[in-house]
């Protein structure tokens, strides 16, 4: 019973001490506003920063795993190209031949493993109705399951079929910005426009797809693919061939049978790389993932120098504290206090000054975060957890940088420091 009665008279002393303790250190900070602002200029842009870059990435890297790579748990993609991550593989990648449509055609004929194999090439043309033009749209010629695969569906009229994909028929369906560019409140079924030098039926209006980083998705005609080889068609043009496996578990039988498939048509050797490239879903977000981690790491760098900096400072203008108040430190030993006390003292006071630069970080980069969300079309939003780690790091660095102060505050002897004149 007496240790329990001992035990809460301490914890009732501790308690009545920090409080004492933060009082004193708010009304210091209170005392002296502008040096407090200027001390924390650099834990303020260390965790502004921070916080900044964690929100854009985090909003970047949903937006990209949303739209940018949502080809589907089970599709992939087979390319001329692939993905390139250097110039020795841009080389190595131009000296491929084109995929032509015998490979599309070979991939649909014989693969067992494959639900959906669609060939998609595009270009960019001013396009014209009547006496009204529209520059740079997209011209997409596509299979007739092409549409599905990329979620396109229309609002009114009807997709491409296999008979406008058999006669290299001369009809097309349109995006919402050509609609609202070219025909307003008129219905574009039946209408003719001009993409380049050909004409064609508009046989359907695709429903908005919105954008993606600010660029329209809607900014597009698509037109059968062997219509768009007899009149579009460059020489060195390959076709871009989307496969959906039958469910996600085939996904690398899907692409070896594939692979075994195109490398037979090409005659390349055993020994030899592909000359075509793959690209799936989880290779994107790789690439992207080494991309922002980059970046962050670059970020972290730059915190980590502000926030040495800010510390630094913090330190520094604790010690001249230290020295302000030498004969306040004595007077407090003189009645009693403890050095636990006068060290806890200005640890607290440390502490609380960087979180305070750490708080008013958040808000500058929630602010920002805000600005940029509302005046551009990066998507950005904070994460919880990057406000906490923001805040942990400011106090943490006040903490640390405020131990060497602290330690000469408790050593002071009282007698000398009673004698100091401010």
Not at 85 to 93: D, L, R, V
Not at 402 to 409: D, E, T
Request: one cysteine or more; charged letters at 20%; glycine letters at 8%.
């Amino acid at each position: 019973m007496a240790k329990a009665s001992h035990f809460l008279n301490e914890a009732r002393q501790t308690s009545v001490a920090l409080k004492e303790t933060l009082r004193l250190a708010l009304d210091t900070l209170r005392a002296h506003k502008l040096r407090t602002f200027l001390t924390l200029l650099g834990v303020i842009l260390a965790v502004t920063t921070l916080v900044a870059v964690m929100s854009v990435l985090n909003g970047l890297n949903v937006y990209v795993a949303t739209k940018i790579a949502n080809l589907g748990a089970n599709a992939f993609i087979v390319d001329r190209f692939g993905i390139i991550t250097n110039e020795e593989q841009w080389y190595k990648a131009r000296k491929r031949p084109p995929l032509r449509p015998d490979d599309l055609d070979a991939l649909s004929s014989q693969m067992k493993l494959a639900s959906a194999v669609v060939g998609e090439q595009q270009t960019v043309a001013d396009v014209r109705y009547g006496n009204d033009l529209k520059e740079d749209v997209n011209i997409l010629g596509a299979t007739p399951f092409f549409a599905p695969l990329e979620a396109i569906d229309v609002a009114s009229g009807r997709l491409l079929t296999e008979s406008d994909e058999i006669h290299r028929s001369n009809v097309c369906i349109i995006g919402q910005d050509l609609v609202k560019q070219f025909f307003g409140g008129v219905d574009p079924i039946g209408k003719s426009i001009r993409p380049g030098q050909g004409q064609y039926e508009i046989v359907g209006v695709a429903k908005e797809l919105g954008s993606v980083l600010g660029q329209s998705r809607d900014n597009f005609i698509m037109i059968p693919l062997g219509t768009y080889r007899k009149e579009w068609l460059g020489p060195d043009d390959s076709i871009t061939i989307f496969i959906q496996a039958r469910n996600p578990d085939f996904m690398p039988a899907a692409e070896d049978e594939a692979r075994v498939i195109l490398r037979s048509r090409h005659h390349v050797p055993y020994q030899h790389e592909d000359d075509f490239g793959i690209i799936e879903p989880s290779s994107l977000m790789s690439l992207w993932q080494d991309l922002t981690g980059n970046i962050f790491a670059i970020a972290v760098w730059v915190t980590s120098v502000f926030l040495v900096v800010g510390g630094i400072v913090i330190m520094n203008i604790m010690l001249a504290s230290v020295t302000e108040r030498t004969r306040e430190i004595g007077l407090r030993k003189s009645l009693g206090a403890r050095r636990r006390h006068i060290l806890m003292q200005f640890l607290v006071e440390s502490s609380l000054l960087s979180c305070l630069g750490g708080a008013m970080g958040v808000a500058a980069a929630l602010a920002l975060t805000y600005l940029v969300r509302a005046t551009t079309p990066i998507p950005i939003s904070t994460p919880f957890f990057a406000i906490l780690i923001a805040l942990f790091l400011s106090t943490a660095v006040g903490l640390f940088f405020g131990i060497y102060p602290a330690m000469r505050a408790s050593r002071l002897d009282p007698i000398d420091a009673l004698r100091v004149e401010n």
